[in-house]
């Protein structure tokens, strides 16, 4: 017995500092004032032992597995915690049966699911029923937004809390509570200047457990004294943080939230921001091909005809990502972006697509008028294909009279051009073309 309790003291000595800081309550628990502080809904409910189905949605280190766990030790119901990864619907449908069973018992099951997004749209259906019934309370976790995630049927059954990343206060707080606790550093004497430790808070970028592992990687690589104190410079804390972890997944929210601000701040005409969220992009792993795919895209809805040598860079720029790769063509990325950040900005050829298709929609299949129809055999000449059809190099003008849209649609315009950068000439040739046909008429 006395050997397990060693082993057992051990583990503890040696778990990342982290997880032996973990709260277990919630007075002990940081950050999260809004949902946890006193009088707050969610610390009702879970004080009161009232929880019902819910989802935590927040990026990471932000205490979203240590809330769930402060509940399953304040609840009085039976807790189960599952994994995605290691769990197919075999395992899923043998909880559920055990939770049934002690539904009829009158014992409530409180499962909880980290990273709920994993978890595949047939597991997911297969935790619905019991949710309905109250057989579980469901408490899932997830950094990706639910709506994009979660089955809507299920989604529905669940309320979902958002948590924040976590202030640089609190940070602070946690890291001075990991110098003082007993299960921290509170039985050794560290030295660390109040300076370092808001690096330190400023580095995490929110994250908790990125505080806590980089106060725990400069300790650990610390130098004790003569006085058995063990000091932490500058030097090794600037080692422990030479490179912060940005938030950023590819295929999660994060990703559309990112090239949404780099568009926005494109079309607002703020290169400073548009190179910003650019690199924050690449830095996180982005294929530059798919920055690069996104600003052709933006050189015609967001530029269109007042530059259209836009277009082409944009093109440009993306052969030139395809030639060499990352990290060299970072450059030609923030060329294009600082170019059409600058450019004068015209969405008049996306808003004629977007007239178009509506009325596309609504008037499906609108004959071609015969004039401007082709005749290539007598049939179709009989017919009247191409009758009254006018060669416009032919005229003097060098443009007819002749109606190219269906009589549904004559006169209808789609293209309507601003006066934005070399647009202006464009609209100016316009209207002198439409007033020549008014005359002429």
Known sequence: MMEQLSLFDDRERTA???????????????????????????????????????????????????????????????????????????????????AEQNRRLGIRTLLFADEIHRFNKAQQD?????????????????????????????????????????????????????????????????????????????????????????????????????????CVDKEILAQCMNRRSLLYDKNGEEHYNLISALHKSMRNSDPNAAVYWMYRMLDGGEDPLYIARRLIRFASEDVGMADSNALTLAVSVYQACHFLGMPECDVHLAHAVIYLSMAPKSNAAYEACLACREDIREKPGAPVPLQIRNAPTRLMKDLHYGEGYIYAHSTEEKVSRMKCLPDELAGRRYYRPTEEGEEAAVKERLEEILRWKEETD
């Open 16 to 98: 990342p500092l982290a997880s032996r800081l973990r709260p277990e309550n919630l007075d002990e628990y940081v950050g999260q004032k809004h949902l946890v502080g006193p009088g707050r809904i969610l610390r009702q409910l879970i004080e009161r032992d009232q929880i019902s189905s819910m989802i935590f949605w927040g990026p990471p280190g932000v205490g979203k597995t240590t809330l769930a766990r402060i509940i399953a030790r304040q609840t009085k119901a039976e807790f189960v915690e599952f994994s995605a990864v290691t769990s197919g619907i075999k395992e899923v449908k043998e909880v559920m049966s055990q």
């Open 126 to 230: 297969a935790f619905l029923p019991y949710v309905e019934r109250g057989s579980i309370i469901l408490v899932g976790a997830t950094t990706e937004n639910p709506s994009f995630e979660i089955n809507s049927a299920l989604l529905s059954r669940c309320k979902v809390f958002i948590l924040k990343a976590l202030e640089e206060a609190d940070l602070l707080e946690l890291l001075h509570h990991a110098l003082k606790s007993p299960k921290g550093y509170g039985s050794m004497k560290v030295s660390i200047g109040e300076e370092d430790l808001q690096a330190v808070a400023r580095f995490a970028n929110g994250d908790a457990r990125t505080a806590l592992n980089t106060l725990e990687m400069a300790v650990l690589n610390g130098k004790m004294d003569e006085n058995a104190v063990l």
